[in-house]
């Protein structure tokens, strides 16, 4: 028999290390054990808890634009949007892609475009992306039937933007959009968030902090896959934007619309050279006093709601709001007010006067002659009524719009010493021009104000090789041209309408704008409380000589009054007193064929009542011809609506 099997001291060692292993390893998951459900378990049950719950930011209705007696411009209507919470969509990319073409053939839109937006917002996974706005009901029930199919995607009812007057003050009001990427950099530090809406354009961009009120936060339940499992819990209610009141009247801002339409349709039957190309325009109306808006109108317009929702490129395209359809369209996202400069004509003839007067090289009643042209240093300046022949004072030579008057005047501006510098720059700068009026809308042009300065820097060796050292040099021409607003002078409607404002109210110089107050939402269609917010600036004072005022208002009433005042003829049969200034202003334009063609601008700029103005208007019709043939009867449509009265035809229209 064998020796029996014996427990040495090398095999104890052994078993003993090979126990004491065991009782460490069962000691270290006793701990674990121990930490999980003693320590820790709270903790990690509330985690759990947490991976089954969801937080949805809820987006806040926007408050809505309202005229300056509380009618509503822009308001909300409920509408149902298709949502993708990219969390809960499936992990495996062919899945996902295959949901999406399934989605996309639902909505009957592009599977690219979805998964271009999704791609956009590949960096905030929490926030819900916005596929489609406005789905119709079969969309959102087939949707909502088959949500086992589509996971994270949702169909939430949310508040649209509506513009209940279609395109009514479509440039004044702007239009709302998803916050860009490079908005969202600008902005994040004031609460903004990838996915949301804000003012792109307009009123809606300018005070989007008043309008877009204060996001809510709700609570979901998901399971493991994502899916929603009962209903959302309101955690923290969305506020909703506060209401922002115009200065626009929203009477006067129809008629506005409508006279432009009436103007370009005026100029278009007339006859005249060059007037079946009159296609746009602007109207501002004011109140002089203070520089609110009553209306301000640029055509052609566009539709806002093309931006709400999904935003067709087609519908874009149709409408002339991209690239390459804008210029067939003439540019109908252009707000012709603020963004577009013209060239005055002689609508700027008054501020010519005041500044010869302020600068003494003119006396009011001091005549000079008024021929069918004027001959300085060989070159010959030609008046727009080639007969007449008399000697005017200078209330004349506005009713009558002499430009061989001004020609003159003008010439004297050019002999002043130069030490002194341009002094017609100088007060026109004064009174407003080349500079931004300081409307309340962001975007505005500062149009031109001509000076030698400008040109010495505007043709250079570089910029006009052939003919800089004579382009680059201050002309007599120069002076003799900007003294009836031609050449390379450009404004905005809206200058020139403060300027008209000016002389209205005695010399003082207003900041234009639309902001009327901020109301707190009210729920019974009632005003709101109002919120503090920043006035507009006060009326500047332009320090110009009373007397000198009252001589241009005296020659702005005889145009309208004096049987051979330009404008006689359309505001001569008007209860009210209007006084006001036509213009015709030449400026060279490519019509389409290559070749670069002139074309008379329509203006006529005026207020009423004379004796103390409520209101002043400025028109422009592009292309439109002589001013009282299409501006003034343009202008006289929102007087009418103003004041509520109607003018007789005075006869045939003699004008500039």
């Known amino acids: 028999m064998e020796e029996p099997y014996r427990l040495t001291p090398r095999l104890a060692l052994r078993v003993g290390l090979l126990g004491m292993v065991a009782i460490a390893v069962f000691a270290t998951l006793f701990l674990r ?21 969801r937080e949805v930011r809820l987006p806040a209705p926007r408050g809505a634009i309202l005229d300056r007696t509380g009618l509503p411009l822009v308001t909300n209507v409920p509408g149902t949007i298709v949502q993708i919470d990219q969390a809960s969509m499936p992990k495996r990319k062919s899945i996902r892609l295959r949901e999406i073409r399934r989605l996309a053939r639902v909505l009957k839109m592009p599977a690219r475009e979805i998964g271009a937006n999704l791609i956009r917002h590949r960096n905030d996974l929490l926030t819900p992306v916005r596929i489609k706005s406005d789905v119709t009901d079969a969309q ?53 968030r990838p996915g949301d809406t804000i003012g792109q354009t307009g009123v809606e961009a300018k005070y989007d902090k008043y309008l877009r009120g204060a996001p809510g936060l709700a609570i979901k339940r998901v399971d493991s896959l994502g899916r929603q499992q009962g209903s959302t819990t309101p955690l923290v209610p ?15 801002q129809m008629a506005a619309e409508q006279a432009l339409r009436y103007g370009i349709e005026r100029a278009r039957s007339s006859g005249c050279q060059g007037c079946w190309y009159a296609n746009g325009g602007a109207i501002v109306a004011m109140d002089p006093r203070d520089g609110s808006i009553r209306a301000m109108a640029s055509y052609p317009t566009y539709r806002p709601s093309l931006y709400v929702g999904r935003v067709r490129q087609s519908a874009l395209d149709a409408a002339g709001l991209t690239t390459r359809s804008a210029k067939a369209a003439n540019f109908p996202a252009l707000d012709r007010a603020i963004d577009a400069a013209y060239p005055p004509g002689s609508t ?17 009643y001091e005549p ?7 001959t300085n240093h060989g070159q010959v300046f030609k008046n727009w009524d080639p007969f007449v022949n008399e000697a005017m004072t200078l209330t004349t030579a506005l009713a009558q719009s002499c430009d061989t008057y001004f020609y003159q005047v003008g010439y004297r501006f050019y002999g002043m010493p130069s030490e002194r510098g341009p002094r017609l720059q100088a007060w026109a700068h004064r009174f407003g021009f080349g ?24 043709f250079t060796r570089k910029t006009d090789p052939g003919h800089w050292q004579i382009d680059s040099l201050w002309k007599p021409g120069d002076s003799i041209q900007l003294a009836i607003g031609q050449k390379d002078l450009l404004v905005t409607p809206l200058q020139m309408a403060r300027f008209y404002a000016l002389i209205a109210n005695g010399g003082r110089l207003v900041t234009p704008h639309l902001l009327l107050d901020v109301e707190q939402a009210s729920a019974n269609r009632q005003a709101g409380r109002v919120i503090p917010t920043p006035p507009p600036p006060a009326p500047e004072a332009t320090n110009v000589d009373a007397q000198a005022l009252s001589v241009v208002r005296e020659g702005l009433f005889e145009a309208t009054h004096s049987s051979l005042g330009t404008s006689y003829a359309t505001f001569g049969g008007f209860p009210i007193p209007i006084s006001g200034k036509t213009g015709t202003a030449e400026k060279a334009i490519d019509p389409g064929d290559g070749y670069m063609h002139t074309f008379n601008q329509s203006w ?34 929102v007087f009418e609506e103003f004041f509520h009265k109607q003018a007789a035809q005075q006869g045939a229209i003699h004008s500039d």
């Not at 930490?35 to 808890?49: K, V």
């Not at 969305?238 to 006067?252: F, H, I, M, Y």
């Not at 005026?606 to 009282?628: K, M, Q, R, T």
């Open 348 to 364: 700027f003839k008054p501020v010519t006067a005041l500044a010869a007067m302020q600068e003494h090289i003119l006396q009011p």
């Open 238 to 252: 969305a506020r909703p934007g506060e209401a922002v009141r115009l200065t626009v009247d929203l009477k006067l």
């Open 368 to 374: 000079l002659a008024c021929t069918g042209q004027y």
């Open 435 to 458: 500079q931004r009026t300081g409307i309340d809308l962001g975007s505005e042009i500062t149009g031109l104000l001509p000076t030698p300065d400008w040109r010495r820097q505007t």
């Open 140 to 192: 959102a029930g087939y949707l909502t039937e088959r949500a086992d199919d589509f996971p994270g995607v949702s169909v939430p009812v949310v508040s649209l933007r509506y513009y209940p007057h279609r395109e009514l003050a479509a440039h004044v009001l702007g239009y709302t959009g998803d916050i860009s990427q490079q908005q969202l950099d600008t902005l994040a530090k004031d609460g903004y």
């Open 604 to 637: 006529w700029c005026g207020y009423g009542p004379s004796n103390s103005p409520d209101l002043v208007v400025c028109a422009l019709i592009e292309n439109g011809g002589h001013g009282g043939d299409a501006a003034a009867p343009a202008a006289l449509k």
């Open 33 to 53: 054990l121990w930490s999980l459900q003693i320590l820790n378990g709270e903790q990690l049950l509330r985690a759990a808890q947490n991976n089954q719950r």
